[in-house]
């Protein structure tokens, strides 16, 4: 009896053992199959973005943004670009570049400007709110506005010019740095403009947030990178906020105000808040990293992730199909287009449809044994992608909010009297991402939406309403 436990115990192993090797076998086989890199790809692959002259380009200004005190920003942007040129005719593939920590140590003993002094006096506003951050924090603020005035000018120099288009360069750890100093220089003169709205310098605070509310609309409008554009509707919902806490602060100077911020909370226009562009760009270092050995049709390629992991195990000459992987890339990316492209009342309902469209993405699923690798670096910031476009709708809903908010206030609405005052508003004081009403809660005296995105769930979007 033994016997016969132990011969049924081996023939269910060779039994399970086949099985797995027919199912090997033949995902094998689905895998041999690699179509043409499809029309609609390679003519994604081309996208650029327009140009303009270097003379007006904030973009490359900003490149420049911590240049030597001895450097003019403008010629030092220009520096960086040229040199991405050169470094594309000499070393196309990116394989001759220092390594990362010989980079970093170089960043360390150059003479570029350096952010001084202390970092958390200056304000995150959503973090906290900004007028009393500001107020307890006077003197620390205005040292770090004096000690960084040089950067400070050129932020506000950059902020006069009137164009925006982005340029590659090939010093990705610059551009880095200078984005970074960007977010915090913001951060400082929004709690300096915080400190001025409480000094008697409201007109001022005022005029700060509307010159650079317009400045970030620049570049929502201009020919920016993903990156640029949500640094941009980041930056914006700033602005926005704390022209929320003007209005609501009992300090708030209406006729000082009132003009300039109406325009800093105007509507987005289709335009600003599109970012469809932004994400053709952004499928052109897609497909370069998808494609594992250069493709005519398809421009240079950059050292890849996908070469740097996966391009020496058998598993990538297995399951891995190129070709593949970039038509499908192409399609989602012209879908995602599509998808940045649509007005906020109808972004939802094209969301959901999207996100069906792509449910073969959004899951493992059996249409997985075919291309398993190309289908998850593809995957991979799917969710994000949509949730960027659903932020830059919170942000336009936001400004719509915030612009309720200054009109109750400059019309002197009694609280009592703010649920007529949405009713008679109609359009313009509800949601447009689903429709709604801008809810009103008269205990605490707020206005407030549902977001759609994980940003504005994690801000909050309540704004309150002053008044009796």
């Known amino acids: 009896m033994a016997i016969g436990h132990a011969r049924v115990a081996r ?24 179509p043409e890199v499809s029309p609609q790809a390679r003519e994604m692959a081309r996208f650029a973005l327009p140009a303009m002259a270097a003379e007006g380009n904030a973009y490359v200004f900003l490149l420049g943004l911590s240049a030597p005190p001895s450097v ?44 001084t002094g202390d970092l ?61 100093y ?17 000094q008697e310098n409201a007109d001022e605070a005022c005029a700060f947030l509307q010159a650079d509310g317009a400045f970030w609309r620049r570049v929502l409008s201009g020919a920016g990178t993903l990156g640029d554009k949500l640094s941009a509707f980041r930056a914006l919902a700033e602005d926005a906020r704390l022209a929320s806490e003007l209005i609501a602060s009992k300090a708030f100077d209406a006729a000082a ?5 109406r325009t800093l909370l105007a509507p987005l226009t289709a335009t600003e808040l599109s970012l469809a562009d932004a994400f053709r760009m952004a499928f052109v270092p897609m497909v370069r990293m998808l494609a594992s050995w250069p493709d005519p049709a398809i421009s240079v390629e950059p050292e890849s992730w996908a070469e740097r992991h996966l391009k020496e195990t058998p598993l990538y000459d297995l399951f891995y199909r190129r070709n593949a992987s970039i038509n499908r890339s192409a399609e989602l990316y012209a879908a995602i287009a599509a998808l940045a492209a649509q007005p906020t009342s109808r972004f939802i309902a ?65 609280l009592a009297g703010v649920p007529q005052f949405l009713a008679r508003a109609g359009a313009d004081g509800a949601n447009a991402l689903d429709g709604r009403p801008f809810r009103w809660d008269g205990e605490h005296r707020t206005l407030s939406f549902d977001p759609a995105d994980r940003r504005w769930r994690r801000w909050g979007t309540s704004v309150t309403i002053a008044g009796r």
């Not at 192993?13 to 094998?28: E, N, S």
């Not at 960007?182 to 400190?195: D, E, F, I, N, S």
């Not at 105000?257 to 911020?261: E, F, H, P, R, V």
């Open 72 to 115: 003019d920003p403008l010629a030092e942007g220009q520096r960086l670009a040229a040199e991405r040129d050169a470094a594309l005719s000499a070393d196309p593939f990116a394989r001759q570049r220092p390594p990362h920590e010989e980079r970093e140590a170089d960043a360390e003993h150059d003479e570029h400007l350096t952010f």
């Open 120 to 180: 958390d006096a200056g304000c995150d506003i959503f973090t906290e709110p900004c007028l009393p951050f500001a107020r307890a924090r006077n003197g620390a603020v205005r040292a770090l506005f004096t000690g960084n005035r040089l950067l400070i000018d050129r932020y506000e120099q950059a902020g006069r010019m009137p164009g925006f288009a982005a340029v590659p360069i090939a010093d990705k750890r610059r551009a880095d740095i200078e984005h970074r």
């Open 257 to 261: 105000c009132g003009s300039l911020l």
């Open 11 to 34: 023939l269910a192993a060779w039994a399970l053992a086949a099985l797995v090797v027919c199912a090997l076998a033949a995902a094998v086989l689905i895998n041999l199959r690699d």
């Open 182 to 198: 960007l977010g915090r220089v913001h951060a400082v003169l929004l709690t300096v403009a915080a400190l001025d709205a409480q």
């Open 350 to 414: 094209a969301r959901d449809t999207f996100v069906a469209d792509s449910s073969d993405l959004a899951s493992v699923g059996p249409s997985w044994i075919y291309n398993p690798l190309g289908k998850a670096l593809i995957a991979r910031h799917l969710p994000l992608h949509v949730d960027y476009i659903a932020h830059a709708h919170g942000v336009a809903t936001y400004l719509k909010l915030v612009r309720l908010q200054l009109e109750l206030r400059l019309t002197a609405v009694p």
